[in-house]
């Protein structure tokens, strides 16, 4: 057996939190390994939130080309695929590599081990012939991946993930999306404003399930509008593929399509781990963590497999947070005259912002007008349509949107709301600043809001609080 190699801190996944956590740990000074069998950086420079949006970009300027028609004269639009496909290569470094993301790590003094990391004992990790011993503890950031659902046939077919989605160089004819949430909707749109004719099937009885009935309507809508079938409360039974399309059965009903794009959900992969090693349940859908991200003694967690949420902001916020406490305990341990006990930042998710990219936008944060009432709040409900408003008539063409506040009636706050519209995701800021920070109600309508901006209709919908 391999002598174990003393070093400060060991990060196993060096996804978005990983390499946050172990970039900014060697900053401070401290020896820290970090362990990555994939690549450096995790899914979103290379599959997710930066070449998605990139694809998103390019078809919501094929979308608004075509509004030049209502709004300016006339425009003919012949879609290509090629000049995005190419740009998305040069973001991901044309073949999908992290020498640069490597480099930047190790730049930082961290030092860089390829491989699959597993827990071999408290604060001890193992890592092919390698065994880490970390004096300060051990930080994991391996994410997750796809969650395929147990279909029969899917499995023995060439059904695409996100990956091939976002790889592909030339587009089929028709596709099939099984799965209606952000990232299935988001795919299909861009697809189907590049030519290919696009179906949904989700087994929910709406699309963006997650969120408020009035935002999976508006994305329903506007999908439909760009050609995209919609088909929910489908159950499927089978998938198969003949050589050339697959066939989606549900229900009594047939889809077929030259492809299928499965977006149902991913998972984290809890038994790689050797979490038995430290007392740590491996069979947790998601590992459980407490506000300081500790799994247990001298181990945190960060990112997608957290369960908080598989967003980029999530990570970056919880690697915050696991870096003020490895240095905390840094200090502690080394007995400095900042060791005042336990560190001050802890995670709060109340104000949780989230963006689905459609067009519209669809942005919310907090809770649900549903999840509010289950909660057993006082709720109050204030909502504006946004082509009501005087930006939106301006807009005209592609205004469509709302906006829809969730209010405690009895504390008087904001605890959720709803920003749907052509800058959905950018008016949400102003309401996740109100949901966190608890500003009164009768505060935030004595606000000045400019005008005309989309964002003014949030005083609008604050008068219809009822």
Same mark, same amino acid.
């Given at each position: 057996?391999?002598?174990?190699?003393?070093?400060?801190?060991?990060?196993?996944?060096?996804?978005?939190?990983?390499?946050?956590?172990?970039?900014?740990?060697?900053?401070?000074?401290?020896?820290?390994?970090?362990?990555?069998?994939?690549?450096?950086?995790?899914?979103?420079?290379?599959?997710?939130?930066?070449?998605?949006?990139?694809?998103?970009?390019? *078809?919501?300027? $094929?979308?608004?080309?075509?509004?030049?028609?209502?709004?300016? !004269?006339?425009?003919?639009?012949?879609?290509?695929?090629?000049?995005?496909?190419?740009?998305?290569? &040069? &973001?991901?470094?044309?073949?999908?590599?992290?020498?640069?993301?490597?480099?930047?790590?190790?730049? @930082? !003094?961290?030092?860089?081990?390829?491989?699959?990391?597993?827990?071999?004992?408290?604060?001890?990790?193992?890592?092919?012939?390698?065994?880490?011993?970390?004096?300060?503890?051990?930080?994991?950031?391996?994410?997750?991946?796809?969650?395929?659902?147990?279909?029969?046939?899917?499995?023995?077919?060439?059904?695409?993930?996100?990956?091939? *989605?976002?790889?592909?160089?030339?587009?089929?004819?028709?596709?099939?999306?099984?799965?209606?949430?952000?990232?299935?909707?988001?795919?299909?749109?861009?697809?189907?404003?590049?030519?290919?004719?696009?179906?949904?099937? &989700?087994?929910?009885?709406?699309?963006?399930?997650?969120?408020?009935?009035?935002?999976?309507? $508006? *994305?329903?809508?506007?999908?439909?509008?760009?050609?995209? &079938?919609?088909?929910?409360?489908?159950?499927?039974?089978?998938?198969?593929?003949?050589?050339?399309?697959?066939?989606?059965?549900?229900?009594?009903?047939?889809?077929? !399509?030259?492809?299928?794009?499965?977006?149902?959900?991913?998972?984290?992969?809890?038994?790689?781990?050797?979490?038995?090693?430290?007392?740590?349940?491996?069979?947790?859908?998601? %590992?459980?963590?407490?506000?300081?991200?500790?799994?247990?003694?001298?181990?945190?967690?960060?990112?997608?497999?957290?369960?908080?949420?598989?967003?980029?902001?999530?990570?970056?916020?919880?690697?915050?947070?696991?870096?003020?406490?490895?240095?905390?305990?840094?200090?502690?341990?080394?007995?400095?005259?900042?060791?005042?006990?336990?560190?001050?930042?802890?995670?709060?998710?109340?104000?949780?912002?989230?963006?689905?990219?459609?067009?519209?936008?669809?942005?919310?944060?907090?809770?649900?007008?549903?999840?509010?009432?289950?909660?057993?709040?006082?709720?109050?409900?204030?909502?504006? =349509?946004?082509?009501?408003?005087?930006?939106?008539?301006?807009?005209?063409?592609?205004?469509?949107?709302?906006? @829809?506040?969730?209010?405690?009636? =009895?504390?008087?706050?904001?605890?959720?709301?709803?920003?749907?519209?052509?800058?959905?995701?950018?008016? $949400?800021?102003?309401?996740?600043?109100?949901?966190? *920070?608890?500003?009164?109600?009768?505060? %935030?309508?004595?606000?000045?809001?400019?005008?005309?901006?989309?964002?003014?209709?949030?005083?609008?919908? %604050?008068?219809?609080?009822?």
């Amino acid at each position: 057996m391999a002598e174990p190699e003393l070093v400060d801190v060991v990060v196993v996944g060096l996804g978005v939190g990983g390499e946050e956590v172990a970039g900014r740990l060697a900053e401070a000074g401290l020896t820290v390994v970090g362990i990555e069998r994939d690549l450096v950086g995790g899914e979103c420079p290379y599959w997710g939130c930066i070449p998605s949006k990139m694809m998103i970009r390019a *078809a919501n300027a $094929l979308a608004e080309a075509h509004r030049v028609n209502e709004l300016a !004269g006339s425009a003919q639009v012949r879609p290509d695929w090629a000049p995005v496909a190419k740009r998305i290569r &040069e &973001e991901a470094t044309d073949t999908w590599d992290d020498r640069a993301a490597v480099d930047r790590f190790t730049g @930082k !003094g961290g030092r860089f081990v390829r491989g699959s990391g597993t827990l071999d004992g408290p604060n001890r990790v193992r890592v092919g012939d390698q065994v880490f011993q970390a004096r300060h503890g051990v930080v994991l950031g391996t994410g997750t991946r796809p969650s395929v659902p147990p279909i029969d046939g899917l499995a023995d077919t060439p059904y695409w993930t996100n990956h091939q *989605a976002i790889e592909v160089e030339e587009l089929p004819g028709t596709l099939l999306v099984l799965g209606g949430g952000a990232i299935g909707l988001e795919l299909a749109q861009v697809f189907a404003r590049f030519g290919v004719r696009v179906t949904v099937v &989700e087994a929910a009885d709406r699309v963006l399930a997650v969120e408020e009935p009035e935002a999976s309507a $508006l *994305a329903a809508v506007a999908l439909r509008a760009d050609g995209v &079938e919609i088909h929910t409360g489908v159950k499927v039974g089978r998938v198969s593929h003949d050589g050339d399309q697959f066939t989606v059965h549900a229900d009594g009903a047939a889809f077929t !399509g030259e492809r299928l794009l499965v977006v149902t959900g991913r998972r984290a992969h809890l038994e790689e781990l050797g979490l038995d090693t430290v007392g740590v349940d491996a069979g947790q859908r998601f %590992l459980a963590v407490d506000d300081r991200m500790h799994v247990a003694d001298g181990i945190w967690a960060v990112g997608d497999l957290t369960g908080e949420g598989a967003f980029t902001h999530i990570a970056m916020y919880q690697a915050g947070i696991v870096v003020a406490d490895v240095l905390d305990r840094v200090r502690r341990t080394q007995g400095g005259p900042d060791a005042s006990g336990t560190a001050s930042v802890v995670a709060d998710y109340r104000a949780l912002p989230r963006v689905t990219f459609t067009d519209p936008e669809v942005g919310a944060v907090g809770l649900t007008e549903r999840q509010a009432r289950e909660r057993g709040i006082n709720v109050r409900v204030g909502y504006t =349509d946004l082509t009501a408003s005087t930006r939106g008539w301006i807009h005209k063409t592609g205004n469509a949107g709302f906006i @829809k506040l969730i209010a405690d009636a =009895d504390q008087g706050v904001l605890v959720g709301a709803t920003s749907a519209g052509p800058a959905g995701g950018e008016v $949400l800021s102003a309401l996740v600043v109100a949901v966190h *920070a608890a500003v009164p109600i009768n505060q %935030l309508r004595h606000m000045i809001y400019a005008y005309p901006t989309f964002h003014r209709a949030i005083s609008e919908a %604050l008068r219809n609080l009822a």
